[in-house]
């Protein structure tokens, strides 16, 4: 079957560097997602790598080593609005998507 | 342009009830995917829908159900509901069906229907 884990919670400081982490197991990948979802509201897309490397847009990065079924999610500059919960999403068999447990980020002054 | 709307946005249930819930995707969108999600659970996925046929189905009971119309708008419907049902219920919507020769797949979801099923 699919699987993705992520850790359930992050905390972390405003100004500082945080990553989240993402290790999945599955066949026919074909790319990995990124999502962001403050307390309610819903889930808005932050990025997509379907090649080894990092993607960097703005002060969020996302990286992925396909050969390590790793791929990770990289904020810089915390803010307090940061503060959400952060899902990874694998792409496999071309059009079939799966979705980790997510982790809450918790930002503190 | 609009986002993607879901109604109702908070509904109240008792066990063995049926729901209906409705889904309007952006405009020009013809793939709509619906997702379960619970605290500690993620998202999990239910099924995705293009030009009214079912492409993909999670594994969730034969209890839930849904359907595409010509229009894209789409419902899904829990019949004879249990305690367990009670979630937030996202539709998401796209371009082109979940991933497709574009590669990326990005969603835009709606702010979901609360079910609480007592």
């Known amino acids: 079957g699919q699987s993705l884990e992520q850790p359930s919670e992050v905390t972390a400081v405003e100004g500082a560097i945080v990553q989240i982490n993402c290790t999945y197991q599955t066949s026919g990948f074909y790319g990995l997602s990124w999502y962001q979802q403050h307390d309610g509201g819903a889930p808005t897309f932050l990025s997509y790598?379907?090649?080894?490397g990092l993607e960097e847009t703005g002060r969020f990065s996302s990286f992925l080593s396909r050969s390590d079924s790793y791929g990770y999610l990289l904020l810089q500059e915390l803010q307090m609005k940061d503060s959400a919960s952060y899902f990874c999403?694998?792409?496999?068999?071309?059009?079939?998507?799966?979705f980790g447990t997510g982790t809450r980020l918790q930002v503190f002054p | 342009k609009a986002g993607v709307t879901q109604t109702p946005r908070y509904l109240i249930k008792t066990r063995g009830q049926q729901v209906t819930l409705s889904c309007s995707p952006i405009?020009?969108?013809?793939?709509v995917s619906w997702y379960q999600q619970t605290p500690g659970q993620g998202l999990q996925f239910l099924f995705e829908y293009f030009s009214e046929t079912q492409r993909n189905k999670g594994n969730f009971p034969g209890r839930f159900s849904g359907r595409q119309f010509s229009n894209s708008r789409s419902e899904m419907n829990v019949s004879t509901l249990e305690l367990g049902d009670s979630a937030l219920y996202l539709c998401?919507?796209?371009?082109?069906?979940?991933?497709?020769?574009?590669?990326?797949?990005?969603?835009?979801f709606g702010a979901g229907s609360r079910l609480t099923v007592l």
């Open positions: 405009s020009g969108h013809r793939s």
């Open positions: 790598n379907a090649l080894d």
């Open positions: 999403a694998v792409l496999y068999n071309t059009d079939k998507l799966i």
């Open positions: 998401a919507s796209s371009y082109t069906v979940t991933g497709g020769a574009s590669g990326a797949n990005v969603l835009t």
